[in-house]
């Protein structure tokens, strides 16, 4: 049962434009949301947070949307830059319990 | 502060062969976590320690054991290995979450485990 979804597998986008990444969960029991950011030979690094109670939360280039009625989180990166290209796993907890990751978006950003 | 840190880097066992697997925290940091990730996935929750007790887990059989000690740092233990447990070991760490809160989790760069 795959409580986080990540549907697209990668995304390409060019340098200064907006890069959109999405996440689809299935339990309501989630409290709080995160996106992790990850390059090869590293582990994964936490990018941005959100609480269920809030639909957005910005920090720099990197905002992340939450609908909770949609059951949908994003992510978006503006601008783009190269050296934003890596994996980028959107996760899920209840209650500061265990992380539920998706699958991940490997993200290229073309200069 | 050195972050979290695993050993080994990589490592290559033999179906049926036992392997331990280790964690350091990050300073002042008294949870941790472990996850696996396969190939294309995303990292999956193994079982979390704190207090050198197993506080929560996750669904995986109980070849995969685990602990904890006193100066926080863990041991990831999986016995009779197969061909799908070939994957990236990685630890967490964090301090532990209240009630209603959430204590973001700090990872360490992994553990390739190669099974042959």
């Known amino acids: 049962d795959q409580q986080v979804k990540q549907n697209s597998p990668s995304l390409s986008v060019q340098e200064g434009r907006i890069s959109i990444l999405n996440c689809d969960y299935t339990?309501?029991?989630?409290?709080?949301f995160l996106w992790y950011k990850k390059y090869p030979a590293e582990g994964p690094t936490f990018l941005i947070s959100?609480?269920?109670?809030?639909d957005k939360n910005e920090d720099g280039r990197f905002t992340v949307f939450l609908n909770k009625s949609a059951k949908h989180l994003s992510l978006h990166i503006v601008p783009s830059q190269p050296g934003d290209s890596a994996v980028y796993f959107c996760?899920?907890?209840?209650?500061?319990?265990?992380?539920?990751f998706g699958a991940g978006t490997i993200l290229r950003v073309k200069s | 502060d050195a972050g979290v840190t695993q050993s080994p880097t990589h490592l290559i066992k033999t179906r049926g062969q036992q392997v331990t697997l280790r964690c350091s925290p990050k300073?002042?940091?008294?949870?941790v976590s472990w996850y696996q990730q396969a190939l294309g996935q995303g990292p999956q929750f193994i079982f979390q320690?704190?207090?050198?007790?197993?506080?929560q887990r996750g669904n995986f059989p109980d070849r995969f054991s685990g602990h904890q000690f006193p100066n926080y740092s863990s041991e990831l233990n999986v016995n009779a290995l197969l061909l799908g447990d070939s994957a990236l070991y990685l630890c967490?760490?964090?301090?532990?979450?209240?009630?209603?809160?959430?204590?973001?989790?700090?990872f360490g760069p992994g553990t390739r485990l190669t099974v042959l």
């Open positions: 996760a899920a907890t209840e209650y500061g319990n265990k992380l539920v």
């Open positions: 967490a760490s964090s301090p532990l979450p209240g009630p209603s809160s959430y204590n973001e989790q700090f």
């Open positions: 339990n309501s029991m989630f409290d709080y």
């Open positions: 320690y704190y207090e050198e007790e197993e506080r």
């Open positions: 300073s002042g940091h008294d949870t």
């Open positions: 959100i609480s269920s109670i809030k």
